[in-house]
C-alpha cells in the first residue's frame, strides 16, 4: 500500500538545516572562505564561470562553497543568479588577437611568430600526490616570486600573432574558412539565452551551446571522434590563454571604453577534409573559446565546432557528435542535472497509475494465454488527490 507523507514543510526545512550543518564541516576546523575559493581552486571557479555563462570569480568561488564543491549544482546557482541581473548594453567581440598571452602553443609548427609560451600547465607534471600539500605552507617555493615579478612571469606582451596565420598562408585552408572569420554584423547572432536553439542550427548558436556545455560530456563526444565514430583527429594550430579587455560602445557619446579585463582560453584546431571530390582536399578549421583557463574544454568545444559542420561541408553525418540535435539537446549539465534529479521528487500518482495499467495488462495476457497462475499485481488501490504526483 503506498501513502503519502505529512509534514514535508517541516521534513524540508529540518533537510536544510543538515545541509548547513554539513556544509560546515567540523567546527574546529577553520571555515574555508571565498576567497580562498577563488584564488586557490581557480579552475574550478573557471570552469564554473565558463557553464554559468557570467564572468565574476568571487560568485563561482560562493556558488562552489554554499554547494559543497558540487560543480554542477554551483553552475545551476549562477546561472539562476544571472536571470536576476539587468542588461544595460552589448560590448563588443573580445579581440583575441590583442590578448595578452600568459599560456600559449602551437602543435603544427616548431617556431610560430611570437613564440611558444608554456606558461601554467599541469602537461608535464608527475601524476604523483605531493603530501608536502597536507602541511600548511604547502611544497612549492614562491620566494622568488613577488607580486608583480609573479604577474610578469605569467604573461608576455599584448597582441602575439595569430599562429593559424601560419596555415592560411600555407594556401591550404579553405577560403570560406578564411571569410568566416569576420565577425557578423552585431545584433545579428543569436542569443540562446532568450530564445532556445533552433535545429537545424546555425553556428553561432552551436558554439554558445558548446560554450555552456558540460565540460565532461563533450570531452566524451570529442574522445569518440578519434576513436573512430567521426574520423577526426586534427591538430591544434593554436591554444592560448590570457587577458583581453571587454570593450562597451556608448552611442550617445559615439565612444568606445574598456570597462574591464577576463581570463579567456581560446583553441583553433585544422582538420584535414577531403568531402566528396567535387572540391580540392584541404584543411577546415574549429573554433573553441571558454572563460577562464580551461583547456580540455577548449579543445573539445573546436573539435565538436568542427564535427558538428559535417553537412555543411559535404560529409556524411552518420555518428552522435556530427549531430546537433543530439549534441546541443544533452551537453546542458543545468538541463540534465534537472531532469535526472527530478526522479527523486514525488510520483504517487503516476507510479499507482501504472500500477493499475500493469495490472491490466497482467490480466490480459492470462486470459490470452490461459494462465490462471499469473499472480495480479498486489498494492493497488484507488488513486487519492492527497498523494499527489510528478
Known amino acids: 500500500m503506498i501513502t503519502s507523507i505529512k509534514g514535508g514543510e517541516a521534513a524540508i526545512a529540518a533537510s536544510h538545516r543538515l545541509l548547513a550543518k554539513r556544509r560546515r564541516g567540523n567546527p574546529a576546523i577553520a571555515d574555508l572562505s571565498v576567497d580562498q575559493i577563488r584564488e586557490q581552486l581557480s579552475l574550478a571557479v573557471d570552469r564554473v564561470m565558463s ?7 568571487g560568485l563561482a568561488a560562493l556558488a562552489i ?10 553552475i545551476y546557482l549562477l546561472r539562476a543568479f544571472r536571470t536576476t541581473l539587468t542588461r544595460f548594453g552589448h560590448a563588443k567581440p573580445v579581440d583575441t588577437s590583442a590578448m595578452v598571452v600568459r599560456r600559449r602553443i602551437a602543435t603544427t609548427h616548431k617556431d610560430v611568430p611570437g613564440g611558444q609560451l608554456l606558461g601554467p600547465t599541469y602537461d608535464y607534471t608527475h601524476r604523483i600526490l605531493d603530501v608536502a600539500l597536507m602541511g600548511e605552507a604547502g611544497s612549492d617555493d614562491l620566494s ?10 605569467g604573461s608576455t606582451q599584448a597582441s602575439v600573432p595569430d599562429a593559424a596565420a601560419l596555415t592560411r598562408e600555407c594556401g591550404v585552408l579553405a577560403r570560406a574558412e578564411i571569410v568566416e572569420d569576420a565577425r557578423p554584423d552585431e545584433g545579428k547572432v543569436a542569443d540562446i539565452t532568450r530564445a532556445p536553439v533552433v535545429f537545424p542550427s546555425r553556428r553561432d548558436e552551436r558554439l554558445q ?3 555552456r556545455g558540460d565540460e565532461g560530456f563533450l570531452m566524451g563526444l570529442c574522445y569518440s571522434t578519434m576513436r573512430g565514430y567521426g574520423r577526426s583527429h586534427p591538430f591544434i594550430a593554436e591554444l592560448r590563454y590570457g587577458d583581453v579587455t571587454v570593450v562597451l560602445p556608448i552611442p550617445e557619446l559615439n565612444i568606445s571604453v574598456g570597462i574591464g579585463a577576463i581570463r579567456l582560453t581560446e583553441c583553433q584546431t585544422v582538420h584535414l577534409t577531403t568531402c566528396d571530390g567535387t572540391l580540392p582536399p584541404r584543411y577546415t578549421r574549429g573554433y573553441g573559446l571558454v572563460f577562464g583557463h580551461g583547456e580540455r574544454k577548449a579543445i573539445s568545444m573546436a573539435m565538436l565546432d568542427r564535427a558538428l559542420r559535417s553537412a555543411e561541408l559535404g560529409e556524411p553525418v552518420a555518428y552522435p557528435a556530427q549531430d546537433d540535435e543530439f549534441v546541443l539537446s544533452h551537453s546542458d549539465s543545468v538541463a540534465a542535472s534537472g531532469l535526472v534529479q527530478h526522479l527523486k521528487l ?9 500500477l493499475q495499467l500493469l495490472g491490466q495488462m497482467r490480466a490480459d495476457y492470462a486470459e490470452r494465454h490461459a494462465d490462471p497462475g499469473l499472480k495480479p499485481v498486489a498494492g493497488l488501490a484507488p488513486i487519492t488527490e492527497a498523494q499527489g504526483g510528478d
Request: charged content about 35%; proline content about 5%.
Open 65 to 74: 562553497k554554499q554547494s559543497e564543491g558540487d560543480l554542477a549544482e554551483a
Open 209 to 211: 551551446a558548446l560554450a
Open 346 to 354: 514525488p510520483h504517487y500518482v503516476d507510479f499507482q497509475a501504472e
Open 51 to 57: 557553464e554559468g555563462s557570467l564572468y565574476d570569480p
Open 144 to 153: 622568488d616570486l613577488d607580486g608583480e615579478r609573479a604577474e610578469k612571469a
